[in-house]
């Protein structure tokens, strides 16, 4: 009885299947040879759940949708500077096998265009890994990222190596700056192992929903890479994921999201959900025309675009009110819901704004569904001030979402998991 | 006693006011004979609470500024089509005052590029306008936008259009194009006194919180322009608005921003804040020196990036029980939190995937802080689904978070304010 | 009966009338109506004599065929300096109507594209001229190198005019350099008439033919411009000239020309002849179709290549002989030909390689049909060499092809018509 | 004595030996260790004749001044079109190291440039050699052009193997479009060994008279390559040699030439001279500091500039007069010094004008010092016509410049040695 969302993505399976425009990868014969009709698509959600319609076990190879999850693994084993001084982040506005290097540095202008991805594959592992290892290393993080081991296409591996003479004049230019320092036929084998590693949908989907789940895989619950690099990698994705039709696609979509030459097409809502899709008719960018097609409908049918503003949401304070009376009086103010900055605020602003007349207060935070660090921050300086006004200070936080609460200096806060507690003698907690 | 943000900004300010690095914008006598010393940053909250320090109530010219706020009238009053036949919508990767005309059609890549503005202005309003009522309209509009009646600095008016060649030169390649219909120097003339209008650094920051708002301003309620006009103009931001540094800002800042080259700076983040800074100093792609640092340091102490993922949030489903016993026995599905298609799709899940025993089901929404569409749309359709398998179906929803609940075809619900109401006899909605 | 050149360019009219493939200009009304079968072709030779064939007195506009005209003018009226400081002689490799700007200072890069020609426009005649003036002074000068007085096409002007805007976009773009450093307007307006002057074929054969003729007009006999501006002007026809067809051009043709939207070709072959051709459609680069095909034809057929090696020479010493015996013996150098640096080292070895045992030694100019200017000097320092080791020189040259020789500090020579002076008394020259 | 020209050549070293600005070509260690103060200079004339100061024999690589020889090699073996088919003659306006291959086609735009030459480099020698031979028909191609066996240096041609990582980026890019159709490695090598030719400045002044002198070797008398090809090569030496300073040095030089890193620069104009200079110091172009000095001067005070026109010749035409009387009268032409179109032109004119009442007319060939094939036709399509119209025709032509004349269809002539023989019984010839 599951099936509202199989349903629909059924129907948008349904909706798409007799646009046969496009035209299938043709350099190899191996991506020449695939099956055009296959036609896939997978919702993973972020605490594991999936679905999906049509030919979503099909194996593929990943192609350029590796070169996020490269870039990750190059950010998470070498660090942010080392990657950066490689590879920039700004969009070239060109196609993806356009070879813009920065005129004077010879550097990548972004890790989604070849000569940047090749680059990143060199920096993926620590500096002491060997080619062989280095692949290993890239294909145990890319299968980290799906949650299952994936394994190379051989056949695909060879007839790519035949017609790597784009992919090799990139790695020499890229050698002759230095930014490469390796023999740049190695390099480039290597970028082409990662780029015919086998996945599926469901991988792909997967994968996206690693990286919309703060790098943490909802299913095996590995911690593939830190928020930080999650961050850095998503915002690549949104300005240089999809080349030059980047602003057609952060207008109409709004999701972060790459595309491979097989098909194959991933996007990643921070915090929601993984998307894949895969049809190997491509368009003239070299993404799958039914993927796009329906990633716009996913879009504007679930909202799942970075700039939608969620509709107004309730106030995060959801009472401020006294219980109690005479000494014994509590004020108390009840937060409600996911609080980031602005909801943090919001509570600061009604707790402080009228000095509380009650010499205790506490703040609720039983129907706080979520809470930031910025904000975890703000209720706790709250608390320190309150203090320092003299107020004696509660947290009512059965489930620990702030736990071990610290103050900070000449702060003082008790911690109770019901304000009948406040009511009776509690524990203390400076 | 409301002062955290107050004393961080102020701090923040502090540790940026000895950097005199940057030259002032010097092509007109008005603009370099600005004090460069100037320095201020407000945070406007999209409830309209507005936290400042330092120089916030000086007016300058909004410049650049005035972009996507002409962007967001223009799509309004002529609607999508029409704009975008005229203005794409891809980065160009280039310095603002590059002309970035698409070769074949002339058409400008971009809003937020002066070949695009331009172009946007001469949208702006009705058709039916003469020049004179459009630019009355543009002022009205970004008057809405800020909530109080802006007014146009005649002085730099009538500078700039002795300096406007590149402008002029621009407006005339448009109208070689036919890109724009217009005589180029009336087109010109508009927008200069477009980029003329002055305005305060809390007049910015309350522009960017209608932004932030879904287009509503935070304090005058007034309803701007509408939500999808809001995205698109969010999502150009995203991509176009730092001009050649677009890359770096948004992995660094992640805040859709516009500068000015009189020193203002903008930043507008969906649901929560708009941010700006005023410091009139510029580095070499044109942007606040200053206001550059802010804005990295508030992303990084704040959260303050799109791509942030939300620290893991509770469960959607709060919790899942039976209240009552024998045929009074309701199952009791409790929703909490801010629930997009993420959290709905989980409700969605664990309502139906094991069909409950009990003939009686209920929503409980008392603890939801906001709902988005599609979300009311997949929990009106487990009502139905629900009443289809034979299930009598309450929504528990004090404070009619989903209003008039129709869950189509077949459904019925009944709308009560406590789960008391349906131990009891209580109304039903169809 | 002087019918073999008339003869031979009525063939080549007849091989390319079929050709009807290309397309009128047509962004004016006024080219879009012109007659596109008209053709026509003159060879105007540096002596004043002119062939014809077709629609060779048939009026149509002159256009940028203008602008190394006038480029020869400014650099005759302003020098060198001030016109290189403002215009560039470098190609662009981009069609005429590009803006091609140094992306420092502005400059344009060559004055055979628009933004070149109006700049060059502007530095026409002293800097002291009003608007009207400056058009006058370009007027009569392009009258001048037509050796007839010329006039404006004012309906043609009036057209450009109302569809001038790109190149008022130009001039705008030029004016926010200091490039240009008046209003753009009246620049693009005069630069319009300049290029709305009317022309035949036969009157671009005679401007053509100035240019190959030093300048000087073959049939006025007026110097319009000095020698080192009418090389500069012939190198940059050279190598921008063509625009993007630069190097074809180069490679199949050898002969500096310019092209003009109206349909006009012309071609100047330094020291030989101006050519002309005239018929309306043009190629995708700008250039008439059939005017491309006939400087094909003549460039072969005539050997009218700049790089076209002249057949070997004879030796620029004819004889080297003893006249005479005894104490009267005389040394005889006979030279013979044209005489360029190649020729006068030629002489210079053969007369100073072995010492001439005799006292008397003449050289003998008599056979000599030309000689520049080094090659005067070297033998002028020849015969000072020989005064210097004793030698009694005589220079038989009855037509005084070195008029009023000086050999200089301590050189000594007799000036002869005919050998037999030296072998009886003469006189003597210093 | 002869110290004319090597008293100029000293001098002129003399006056640039103290500019030691410019850099070194450092990219490996070979070049870079080069002498920086080695300077040279070489004439050699048409004729075989070489005036020399300074460093003329010191050995050095010819690097990209094989790139016309190559050429010139590849036009003659494999014809026009194949190598047409594969590298342009656009000047590209780039340095030399960029890659610059038409954007459709991924043709190089021209054969100066890395890629068009590696490319050339490719179509030298028959399809049928192996590399190894392709390489040994360069040097010995190049050898012919040297008159004399030049040898690879081996160890710059291992230090350039070594650091190819740019040329064979540009190689594997060729190769992915199809214009190189072997192993780029292949390639890379042999166009290594190519430009490691070692060449003395006395070489290239004598390969570059070998190109004015019409592709005959001055010295050896070998034909190495045919006239067309030689204008070809001139050709695009003008427009091409010189990369992004192609304009400055056609209007300020104007001699087709060629430069290299390790310090040589070659010009050749046609029918007069070889020059080569040798300065190891480069400008940021790329090209010989002092070199380009040297030529610059050498252009000035010489008149060596292709745009030169010629001083005021003599008329073609000596003089027109009548010998003899009665029915014995003559009528006499007497031509006179290099005759090429123009000349012939006004010969043609003054014999056919006026239809001369003679019926006996003698061409006087006998001050004619050079004639083109053009002229050459004219002149005998003269003598056809005075026949047809009832002539009798002589060419007194001593030393046979007109070869085995014959005026074609009814045409008759009688060839003589001198006046003389007319007047008296003569051998005639159809």
Redesign the interface.
């Known amino acids: ?2 099936s ?2 199989p349903d629909y993505l059924t129907e948008a399976l349904g909706d798409v299947e007799s646009d046969i425009s496009g035209e299938l990868a043709g350099y190899i014969p191996e991506l020449a040879a695939a099956d055009p009709e296959r036609l896939g698509a997978v ?1 993973a ?3 594991g ?1 999936v679905y999906g319609a049509g030919d979503i076990d099909t194996e593929f190879t990943i192609q350029s949708i590796s070169k996020p999850f490269t870039y990750a693994l190059a950010l998470s084993d070498r660090g942010f500077d080392p990657v950066l001084a490689k590879v ?6 060109e196609a993806f096998n356009q ?1 813009s290097l920065e005129s004077d540095t010879g550097r990548p202008l ?1 890790p989604m265009i070849n000569a940047g991805a090749i680059t990143v594959h060199s920096l993926a592992g620590s500096e002491q890994l060997n080619p062989t290892e280095r692949v290993e290393r890239v294909v145990q993080g890319l299968s980290a990222f799906a949650g299952r081991a994936l394994t190379v296409d051989e056949a695909v591996c060879a007839s790519e190596l035949e017609h790597a ?2 992919n ?6 890229l ?2 700056h230095d930014i490469l320092t390796e023999d ?1 036929r190695v390099a480039v084998d290597g970028y082409i192992r990662q780029c015919a590693v086998l996945v599926t949908a469901r991988d792909l989907a997967m994968m996206a929903a690693t990286l ?3 790098g943490v895989n909802p299913r095996t619950g590995e911690q593939v890479v830190r ?1 930080p690099v ?3 990698v ?3 994705m ?3 994921g999809m080349y ?5 696609w ?2 109409q979509v ?1 999701i ?1 999201a790459k595309s491979g030459v097989a098909g194959g097409l991933i996007g990643a809502l ?4 993984g998307i894949a899709t895969f049809s190997p008719r491509l368009d003239p960018h070299g993404h799958s025309v039914r993927g796009v097609t329906l990633f716009e409908r996913f879009s504007a ?16 304070v959801r009472s401020n009110h006294v219980v109690g009376k005479g000494p014994y009086a509590i004020r108390v103010f009840q937060l ?3 609080i ?3 909801g943090a ?2 509570a ?2 009604e707790t ?2 009228a ?1 509380p007349a009650q010499a205790r207060v506490a703040l609720d935070l039983t ?8 904000s975890r921050r ?1 209720l706790l ?2 608390v320190r ?1 309150l203090t320092l ?1 003299g107020h004696e200070v509660y947290l009512i936080d059965p ?1 620990s ?1 702030i736990p071990d609460p610290d103050p900070g200096d000449g702060g003082r806060v008790t911690v109770i998991g019901d304000l009948e507690e406040a009511l009776s003698p509690g524990r203390t907690v400076t």
Chains 1, 2, 3, 4 share one sequence.
Not at 270 to 273: A, F, L, Y
Not at 303 to 308: A, P, S, T, W, Y
């Open positions: 009885m599951r509202i969302i919702f959600m972020v605490d759940a920039g982040v700004e969009p070239s506005g070879i972004n003479h784009r090799l004049a990139i790695a020499h230019m050698r002759s740049p919309a789940n703060r928020e999650v961050r850095q998503l915002s690549v949104a300005t240089c030059d039709a980047a602003g057609d952060a207008t709004g972060p921070p915090g929601q959900i049918d679930m909202g799942l675009h970075v700039m939608e503003v969620p509709a107004a949401a309730r106030a995060a409600q819901g996911g980031r900055f602005a605020e919001r600061v602003r402080m704004d000095a129907m706080v569904s979520s809470i930031d660090d910025v703000m300086e709250v001030r006004d489930d979402i």
